[in-house]
């Protein structure tokens, strides 16, 4: 299809960008443009002009500075996907990132705009809430972070307000006795995940683990952690039966209406054997621990 | 070179303008003045057309026309059927290219814009105000053909299409009655949607000065759309010219002339300027034809020790809200006809139920009817295996038709020319290692992991013709094909073809037969084809028919071309021409090779003409019309591996193993390549595709986010091997590759899944085998157990 008529307006700082949407305050912002411009093309979204960030260099970029890891919005899947920095310190990202459409849409897509963008469907909402992930806000009435759990607020939705610009995202680093992993099903036509699980884990110095985190993405409208899951493994040694018992409390965290069915997997389907993904990216989370 | 050059993998020659971007498709022709053209296409499947208000879109930027149905009276009729399917109560129902009071499918066409840009004709069609009254749909062809249906068309009752019956051998009553065991199942062949990489795209440029029109066309058959168009829209063929520039793929879905072609030609004749319409891909997922959609109730008749005595079958066949082009005889001819697989069966019966629903028309899809109807064999003979608790191969093998080699009679009718089926499956079996994969199979049971190995042994109907059979069967028009070889006065040949390859190489394969014929090195021979203007007539690129129907046309004519060289040679060397010999493009008086003219050196005196043999005609350049006398039938036998993930139900294709025999190979390379990527098709219908109406008959797998095609990650390295039986009646032996892969392989991958399911106690799944689809049915095996 062909996209409405629109307004282009390229910004070379992201001040100027905060500018240009308060001036048009029904302007989208472009990044990559891989939500958007299928959007824009199917004539779902008709905005009256553009913000194209794409060319903001500042925004792009992965950084470790007093544990954290900065990542700047304009960074695409792919640059995520290669970075060691993620890799080792960030693992399931790094992982997820990697597993995002086809390097055509790796090497366009950002995070911003994907976590912006907030599909149910997208891989990194998972992963970044799992991680703690913090997102930056500029514009408006000036910076702000919000943390992973407040960010997403539903389907398609986010706690970016109007005139503010998603600039970075911060990810607590993490000492080696930690593992990170997502595992996903993906639809074979999109590759977005019909089910995606992304799980975290520290260890003491006795392969105890004393912290699990694990969120669920993909079939609910915005991230879920399965908090029975995590209680379950804390003080376990995290072998396959440890785990195996575990993921079998996944259920717990779907226990709602808002579980997501579509044509090619319906709700209860996804409800089912979502313990299967989740025991997944749990094993290779603890094969990645110390 | 030359005689060795017919059989060697050299390197397809459209690759470099394909893979550099440099190759010509419609949409990237550009006239001066051009138009451009976008259709308004209805949102509902089933609609009364109130009232449309084109008045805001008239006015809108850009905006030269805008049309409705009444417009286009008198001026374009129905885009019509032409295939009569024959004893069968055929009911043709208008398919208006402009929907004048009812839309019948989402995607029915109610209006069109012609603007200066295509984004303006886009703008436009917002603009355009339908008052639609809806109606009920239907979407599902056995629920179209029951009582208190919703109807389609006024005219026809029950929606009925057609009721075409084949039957022959035996009593199929008493078969059934007699026998020892009796097999059934109910099979959805879910519909799909062909999703050729080019798009549809039409443009027309008509000079009104002249009356003549040029037409730009995404088809696989320009000499039809010719002639068709010249039909619906009263233009005279002789001042009608169609190119096929470069065409991005088909697969059966660019046969059809279809409703946004004609109004293009329309908008071009209406306005005086050249008008463009390509469509999007949403479009293409729309409203270019599907294929498929058969609900099958089948039934096979055998003895206690494996013997088929009689095959019965209903198939209701969804053809969508209008009859495309060559519809009829999909389901039906090229279809029910090939009932009889590979195997002896001494009763058949099917009776096809063709049915009009609220859905885009269906047509051919690679494979056309002969993937639907090996499926239901392949499928049948596998529960037999498993009824009488014997190997599927051992029951195949108990019911092969014995090895011919000039022809053997089924009792559909058909004559198939030469096969050995079993020989097929012996090399399979041995090139898989059946009897380890069967060993795998237990010690993986023993493990709680389900693998799978399924069979298809297959034969299918290539090269459609002969013409006579296509009168009886009511195709309207010919089969046969045509070819020009012209040598220049260089040696160099060019070679005009009627049929109009889109992605299958024959630029490269018809540069090797006539290499193989000639003695010339390929590289001399340039193909010419997809232009009306520059080419003979033929009947166009589909059912594995080119080098079937076309390379036999021009082998034939190489050879009138070697005939007529002999004698210009003789007549050069001063000897008799029974005295001559040829070999290896070099003409001599037998014995003394080391004096000989090279049909380069002929090629130069037959157009210089200084010298002459009394008689004959200056020039080197022939004509051959090939009508064949018969279809052929390559076969093959094919094996899936699979492992089957219980807990979720994904299916992982582990290993997949071909046997195809097409006769001789003119270039290996290339018939891996048409197998590789047919037998990926039918992997998509057996594991992902599927084009899902919901009951209001909106498409829900509209785009390519929903709609699954194969990708390279989901498959593992296809081994491919061959047999070669070369067909008694062709010149050069060759049958056809194109479909083969595609006719095998869904079967083969289906049955490896339901052969992994077995412990579990599943026999039957819904395609295409979605993880949740397996899942449920193990679910379901298990509560019933």
């Known amino acids: ?290 | 070179m030359s005689a060795s050059t017919f059989g060697s993998g050299i390197r397809r020659r459209e690759d470099p303008r394909l893979i550099t971007g440099t190759a010509t498709y419609t949409d990237d022709i550009v006239l001066p003045g051009m138009l451009h053209a976008a259709m308004l296409r209805s949102p509902f499947a089933h609609a009364r057309i109130r009232n449309i208000d084109t008045s805001a879109a008239a006015e809108a930027p850009g905006v030269v026309a805008v049309y409705i149905g009444a417009d286009t009276d008198g001026e374009i009729g129905p885009a019509p059927c032409a295939w009569l399917l024959p004893d069968s109560g055929l009911t043709i129902a208008d398919y208006h290219c402009i929907a004048k009071d009812t839309a019948r499918y989402v995607g029915d066409i109610v209006a069109v814009v012609v603007a200066e840009s295509i984004h303006q004709t886009y703008d436009a069609l917002d603009l355009i105000d339908v008052d639609y009254d809806m109606l009920d749909a239907v979407v599902e062809p056995k629920q179209s053909a029951a009582e208190g249906a919703p109807q389609l068309h006024a005219e026809i009752e029950g929606n009925q299409a057609f009721h075409w019956t084949v039957t022959g051998g035996g009593d199929i009553t008493e078969a059934f009655e007699s026998a020892d065991v009796v097999v059934k199942e109910t099979i959805v062949q879910q519909r799909l949607i062909p999703n050729a990489m080019e798009p549809r795209a039409a443009l027309a440029s008509y000079t009104k000065a002249t009356g003549e029109l040029t037409l730009w066309n995404t088809t696989q058959n320009p000499h039809i759309v010719r002639f068709l168009v010249s039909l619906v829209a009263g233009i005279p063929e002789d001042r009608l010219r169609v190119i096929a520039p470069e065409v991005g793929g088909g697969f059966g879905s660019k046969i059809a002339v279809y409703p946004a072609d004609f109004i293009t030609v329309f908008c071009s004749k209406k306005l005086g300027v050249p008008v463009k319409w390509v469509e999007t891909r949403s479009e293409n997922y729309q409203a270019t034809t599907h294929g498929r959609d058969h609900v099958q109730e089948i039934e096979l008749a055998a003895t206690s020790d494996g013997k088929i005595v009689g095959l019965r079958a209903t198939v209701w066949a969804g053809m969508g809200a209008y009859l495309s082009t060559a519809a009829p005889g999909i389901p039906t001819i090229l279809h029910g006809l090939m009932l009889s697989g590979v195997y002896d069966i001494p009763a058949i019966h099917e009776d096809v139920y063709g049915l009009y629903t609220n859905t885009t028309p269906v047509e051919a899809y690679r494979g056309a009817g002969r993937p639907e109807a090996t499926f239901m064999v392949e499928r049948l003979v596998d529960l037999l295996a498993t009824k009488l608790g014997m190997d599927p191969a051992e029951v195949r093998r108990r019911n092969f038709i014995p090895k011919f080699d000039d022809g053997h009679d089924v009792v559909t009718g058909l004559t198939y020319d030469s096969g050995d089926y079993d020989g097929a499956l012996t090399k399979l079996l041995g090139e898989a290692g059946y009897d380890q994969l069967r060993a795998e199979q237990a010690e993986a049971r023993k493990e709680g992991r389900y693998i799978g190995v399924g069979l298809s042994t297959y034969v299918e109907i290539c090269g459609l013709g002969p013409s006579q059979v296509a009168g009886a069967i009511g195709f309207q028009g010919g089969l046969w094909e045509s070819a020009i070889v012209r040598f220049h006065p260089s040696g160099k040949v060019n070679v005009m073809i009627g049929a109009s390859p889109h992605g299958q190489g024959e630029e490269t394969t018809f540069a090797q037969i006539i290499a193989g014929e000639l003695g010339v090195s390929p590289d001399d021979v340039k193909v010419i084809h997809g232009d009306t203007e520059n080419t003979p007539m033929g009947w166009g690129t589909y059912g594995s028919r080119t080098t079937a129907v076309g390379g036999a046309a021009l082998a034939l004519a190489a050879r009138k071309i070697r005939d007529k060289a002999m004698v210009i040679a003789a007549h050069l060397l001063e000897a008799a021409v029974e005295d001559m010999e040829y070999e290896d493009g070099k003409f001599f008086v037998k014995g003394s090779p080391e004096s000989s003219k090279t049909i380069q050196d002929i090629a130069l005196m037959a157009n210089v003409a200084w010298n002459m043999p009394e008689g004959v005609e200056a020039g080197l350049e022939a004509t051959t019309f090939y009508d064949p006398p018969n279809f052929v039938f390559p076969y093959g036998a094919h094996l899936a591996k699979v492992e089957v993930d219980a807990e979720t139900g994904s299916v992982t294709l582990q290993r997949y193993v071909a046997v195809d025999d097409c006769g001789p190979q003119i270039n290996p390379v290339i018939v891996e390549g048409q197998v590789h990527g047919g037998i990926v098709q039918g992997i998509g219908q057996a594991l992902w595709e599927e084009g899902v109406y919901d009951e209001d008959g909106q498409l829900l797998t509209g785009t390519m986010l929903d709609y699954a095609i194969p990708r390279a990650d989901g498959l593992p390295d296809i081994e491919v091997h061959s047999t070669v039986t070369p067909s008694p009646h062709h010149p050069l032996g060759v049958k056809g590759i194109g479909e083969a892969g595609t006719i095998a392989s869904t079967a083969a991958v289906y049955n490896a899944v339901i052969d992994a399911l077995q412990p579990l106690g599943v026999s039957s799944v819904r395609m295409p085998l979605t993880p949740e689809r397996v899942w449920r049915s193990i679910q379901a095996a298990e509560e019933d157990n």
Not at chain 1, 49 to 69: K, M
Not at chain 1, 77 to 105: F, K, N, Q, W, Y
Request: proline share 4%; hydrophobic share 45%.
């Open chain 1, 1 to 290: 299809m062909f996209a409405p008529q629109f307004d282009y307006y390229r910004a070379s700082s992201v001040a100027e960008a905060a500018a240009l949407l308060a001036e048009h305050p029904e302007a989208k912002v472009l990044a990559g443009g891989h939500s958007l411009i299928p959007l824009l093309k199917l004539r779902l979204a008709a905005p009256s002009a553009l913000v194209d960030i794409g060319r903001i260099d500042s925004l792009r970029s992965i950084l470790e500075e007093s544990g954290t890891i900065e990542i700047g919005a304009l960074t695409t899947h792919a640059e995520l996907a290669s970075s060691e920095l993620l890799r080792s310190r960030a693992t399931a990202l790094a992982e997820a990132a990697g597993m995002i459409g086809d390097p055509a849409v790796r090497n366009r897509g950002t995070i911003g705009g994907n976590v912006a963008h907030a599909d149910p469907a997208s891989d990194l909402p998972a992963v970044l809430a799992c991680l703690g992930a913090e997102f930056r806000v500029t514009g408006g009435d000036g910076d702000r972070s919000v943390r992973a759990s407040d960010f997403f607020e539903g389907l398609m939705s986010t706690a970016i307000g109007e005139g503010e610009i998603l600039t970075s995202i911060g990810v607590p680093t993490v000492d080696s006795a930690c593992g990170s992993a997502y595992a996903k099903f993906a639809h074979p036509a999109s590759r977005y995940a019909v089910i995606g699980a992304a799980a975290a884990l520290v260890v003491d110095e006795d392969g105890s683990c004393t912290c699990a985190s694990v969120t669920l993405g993909g079939l609910v409208p915005a991230p879920v952690r399965a908090t029975a899951v995590e209680e379950a493994l804390v003080g376990t040694r995290l072998d396959a039966a440890a785990i195996a018992s575990a993921s079998g409390l996944t259920g717990e965290a779907l226990d709602t209406d808002d579980v997501l069915g579509d044509v090619y997997a319906s709700a209860e389907y996804r409800r089912s054997v979502a313990q299967v993904w989740v025991q997944r990216a749990l094993s290779s989370a603890a094969a990645r621990c110390g």
